[in-house]
């Protein structure tokens, strides 16, 4: 199993372009997750999904939308790339057990620099 | 509003020395638990978990954590730090639709 796999690695944008970061899990997992890395303030929860078809909104939405046309993949876009948007972004899944919580999985993370 | 709180952005110890990584969690229910490890340029690992079955919990690498829920800690501890242990260690603790907040993590050094 390859787990959890991002695409791309790194990536340059400048302000204003978009781009869209890709999410795979080979786990079958229904929740999927996207944070942001920052220094000094851990992993932020920017999307989240609990099943194909659904998202919803986690703690810092603003300036990205997401998509999970399919169970296994998860997309982050951003439609008008900012310098705050400069970040490390991590795609994270988990099974879904409403008693027994499962830990996430974690990807190995985007590079985004916005210049 | 459920939260944990991880003092301090960096702990340095010489090798073979005890690790002692402190999470103190705000929860109004008995909460979930997890550390996590993140090697540089790496995503994150899980170390550990509390989920009610013991106070005691064995991780990976030599890591346990115990869960004091009188003092609302669930501090990390390794009795003999390993130059490999260098890495930021998160705390999180669970939310609802299995969502997790992060502490702001902890940034281990060891010395030779």
């Known amino acids: 199993n390859a787990g959890v796999t991002q695409t791309p690695k790194f990536r340059v944008l400048k302000t204003g372009q978009s781009m869209t970061l890709l999410c795979a899990q080979d786990m079958n997992h229904e929740y999927m997750y996207w944070y942001r890395q920052d220094p000094g303030m851990g992993l932020r929860l920017i999307h989240y999904s609990v099943g194909e078809g659904t998202t919803a909104k986690g703690e810092v939405p603003d300036g990205y939308n997401v998509s999970r046309l399919k169970k296994q993949n998860f997309l982050l876009g951003l439609e008008s790339a900012a310098p705050s948007q400069t970040s490390v972004y991590f795609c994270?899944?988990?099974?879904?057990?409403?008693?027994?919580?499962?830990?996430?999985?974690f990807g190995p993370g985007t590079r985004l620099t916005v210049t | 509003a459920q939260s944990v709180t991880q003092l301090g952005s960096h702990v340095s110890v010489s090798e073979g020395a005890l690790v002692l990584l402190r999470c103190n969690y705000s929860s109004s229910v008995p909460p979930y638990l997890f550390w996590y490890v993140q090697y540089p340029n790496q995503g994150l690992q899980l170390l550990l978990k509390y989920t009610s079955a013991a106070t005691l919990v064995k991780g990976i690498n030599g890591f346990e954590a115990e869960f004091k829920k009188s003092e609302t800690s669930f501090h990390l501890t390794k009795p003999s730090a390993h130059m490999s242990d260098a890495a930021e260690y998160f705390c999180a603790v669970r939310r609802a639709n299995s969502k997790l907040t992060f502490g702001k993590g902890i940034t281990l050094s060891v010395r030779p």
């Open positions: 994270a899944s988990s099974l879904f057990r409403d008693i027994v919580p499962y830990e996430q999985y």
